[in-house]
T-cell receptor, first 120, second 113 residues
Framework: GAVVSQHPSRVICKSGTSVKIECRSL??????MFWYRQFPKQSLMLMAT?????????EQGVEKDKFLINHASLTLSTLTVTSAHPEDSSFYIC????????????????FGPGTRLTVL | AQTVTQSQPEMSVQEAETVTLSCTYD???????LFWYKQPPSRQMILVIR??????QNATENRFSVNFQKAAKSFSLKISDSQLGDTAMYFC??????????FGGGTRLMVKP
């Protein structure tokens, strides 16, 4: 099956610093990747859609200047949390979609294992 | 906008018995996909089962089956012969245009020995 990795699996940083999270599709190409945020005992909330070679599309209420997304290649998307604060502490999950199918047809999303971010 | 509602925050079942998790959704679209995902303590999201809205036949995957009622916008998951490894959070999800997923609030299932 398709594999998506995330790095790091967990990170602890000081308030005010920036943290970069990587999402990689290991055995397929992904023109589109998705970033989710999950608070403890809650559901996944879509933050943004990352498109290879173009700007990300952010969901309403998500600060694009705080959560910078770069999708520079068909196998890598990065999420940078800038000037992190304790309220940014959360579990961040990415997913990737096979790129050979067009957007109008069904494409299974393959999920990464997640990154736990703790901001002190 | 689509909404997905799971009305059971927590459920428990005895090992080997059957349990049904409920899910309702709201959409104005006619063609879409519905999913059940499992999130065990490792927090890795695992696809359990998928249903295409244009198919009337309910999807089945081994011990997992769904009851899809399109008119009622209901999509329940039945787990037969429950196993200890089924203990997890279960999320119902709706896939809209652009392949974006909207998740329900989740149901925590505990399988008791």
């Amino acid at each position: 099956g398709a594999v998506v990795s995330q790095h790091p699996s967990r990170v602890i940083c000081k308030s005010g610093t920036s943290v970069k999270i990587e999402c990689r599709s290991l055995d397929f190409q992904a023109t589109t990747m998705f970033w989710y945020r999950q608070f403890p005992k809650q559901s996944l909330m879509l933050m943004a859609t990352s498109n290879e070679g173009s700007k990300a599309t952010y969901e309403q209420g998500v600060e694009k200047d705080k959560f910078l997304i770069n999708h520079a290649s068909l196998t890598l998307s990065t999420l940078t949390v800038t000037s992190a604060h304790p309220e940014d502490s959360s579990f961040y999950i990415c997913s990737a979609r096979d790129s050979w199918r067009d957007a109008s047809s069904y494409n299974e999303q393959f999920f990464g294992p997640g990154t736990r971010l703790t901001v002190l | 906008a689509q909404t997905v509602t799971q009305s059971q925050p927590e459920m428990s079942v005895q090992e080997a018995e059957t349990v049904t998790l409920s899910c309702t959704y709201d959409t104005s679209e006619s063609n879409y996909y519905l999913f059940w995902y499992k999130q065990p303590p490792s927090r890795q999201m695992i696809l359990v089962i998928r249903q295409e809205a244009y198919k009337q036949q309910n999807a089945t995957e081994n011990r997992f089956s769904v009851n899809f009622q399109k008119a009622a916008k209901s999509f329940s998951l039945k787990i037969s012969d429950s196993q200890l490894g089924d203990t997890a959070m279960y999320f119902c999800a709706f896939m809209r245009a652009g392949n974006m997923l909207t998740f329900g609030g989740g149901t925590r299932l505990m399988v008791k020995p």
